[in-house]
């Protein structure tokens, strides 16, 4: 589907849906089967405008002015079959439209049939795991633009198209079944100049598989999974013709657990990746490891809320790059490390996100960053949100990396800038 033709959609869709249906009573007209058919879509409708100071593609590009049509149904056949379907179409740079910065997206589009004890959704949708905040180990089954010219962490992300089968085994417990063929990985920042990308076929011996029990309600939540798919960032080869970007199957068992007491609210998640195929003393391949982060959070006074985590990435067969023969092996060792954010044996850091609101929530502030303790390093997101009506909402903060270039953020500090949107919903 074209821009042209997802503008034109929700041209159609907006118009026909600010359409008033007649009241309901004796004396009133009778919807006609189009105004039955949209209200039956549930359609909505967004405009954003935005700012960004720098593109988040490594490519020196800045003061970039972008807008984005969004358009989502969530159309419900009946008690049974229900679905939706959300489409973006992007100019990140209108000023220079001619360099092919328009781009359209169908974030997720999935059917959900409805059993007596379980849901069943097929389709592109997005599939998220773990309980911790902004970081989550668990989190491997669908994968995020990191270079999306949005503001939200939200915008980031992007479906697979799967099949994901969630059982009700009590009340409090469920049995998630997620199967794909069709891997994505993340879209992120990186040099790219002769480097050869190979992404896994889409095959059926490539089928990616992620099974969660899953524990809700009462004073503790807690879930178990076990992930067997491909990871969604890639590792660089050193091959003779080219260097090659390529993506490991992995597998992860994870674990996650919260509980409040009173005001404060704990939480931990854990995720042990092991490879395939262990790379040992490749610096080409990934080794095992252990991602584990947890932490509290409480609020204050009415809203103001503090969440404070701390992290710990542990690979036991971490080889040091300065310790590879070649020169060339150390540079593919570096830049995996930066890519893994696994650059010791063991990586120490944290995270915290700070919020508050005022004027009857009208308006919100925030800060939330992520400090890596062995490198020095961190990021810094501020984000200030404004509703001015139940239509129009403004957005302003900005995305600030600092660190050595050999660093995971140090590498995205040319990257760093404000941004701001405005947004009418309708």
Do not use: C
């Amino acid at each position: 589907m074209t821009p042209s033709h997802v503008v034109s959609l929700a041209f159609v869709a907006a118009m026909m849906a600010a359409t008033p249906v007649a009241a309901q009573g004796p004396d009133a007209q009778t919807a006609s089967p189009l105004e039955d058919f949209l209200h039956a879509l549930r359609l909505s409708t967004t405009v954003r405008l935005d700012y960004f100071q720098s593109s988040k593609e490594l490519d020196d590009r800045e003061n970039l002015f972008g807008a984005t049509l969004q358009l989502k149904a969530l159309p419900r056949f009946n008690d049974r079959l229900e679905g939706k379907l959300e489409l973006r179409a992007a100019d990140s740079d209108f000023r220079n439209w001619k360099r092919g910065t328009n781009q359209s997206r169908l974030v997720e589009g999935y059917l959900t049939v409805h059993f007596e004890k379980a849901d069943l959704r097929i389709g592109k949708q997005i599939v998220a795991w773990g309980r911790a905040d902004g970081v989550n180990p668990t989190d491997n089954l669908t994968p995020r633009d990191y270079v999306v010219l949005l503001p939200l962490d939200e915008d980031q992300r992007f479906g697979t198209t799967a099949l994901e089968l969630n059982t009700y085994l009590s009340q409090e417990l469920t049995l998630t079944t997620f199967a794909s063929t069709l891997f994505e990985p993340a879209k992120f920042a990186l040099p790219s100049a002769g480097i050869v990308t190979l992404q896994p076929p889409h095959t059926v011996s490539n089928t990616e598989v992620g099974l969660k029990l899953n524990k809700t309600g009462g004073d503790f939540d807690w879930s178990v999974s076990y992930f067997h798919g491909y990871n969604l960032l890639p590792t660089l080869r050193a091959e003779a013709s080219a260097p090659e970007l390529r993506y490991d199957r992995i597998n992860v068992l994870g674990a996650d657990w919260a509980r409040n007491f009173g005001r404060f609210g704990f939480r931990t998640e854990v995720a042990y990746t092991r490879p395939s195929d262990p790379g040992g003393t490749d610096p080409n391949a990934r080794n095992p490891r252990v991602f584990w982060i947890a932490g509290v959070d409480r609020t204050f006074l009415e809203n103001l809320n503090v969440n404070l985590q701390l992290l710990l990435r542990w690979m036991p067969q971490y080889h040091p790059p300065a310790q590879i023969s070649g020169p060339t092996l150390q540079e593919v060792a570096a830049l995996n490390a930066v890519i893994d954010g696994q650059e010791a044996r063991s990586t120490k850091g944290s995270t915290f996100r700070v919020s508050n609101s005022w004027l009857n929530q009208t308006l919100t502030a925030e800060i939330f960053a992520v400090i890596n303790f062995t490198r020095s390093d961190h990021y810094l997101r501020p984000l200030l949100t404004y509703t001015f009506s139940d239509h129009l909402k403004g957005f302003l903060g900005g995305d600030i990396y600092h660190g050595s270039g050999n660093t995971q953020y140090g590498l995205l500090q040319p990257t760093s800038g404000a941004f701001a949107e405005l947004r009418y919903g309708f």
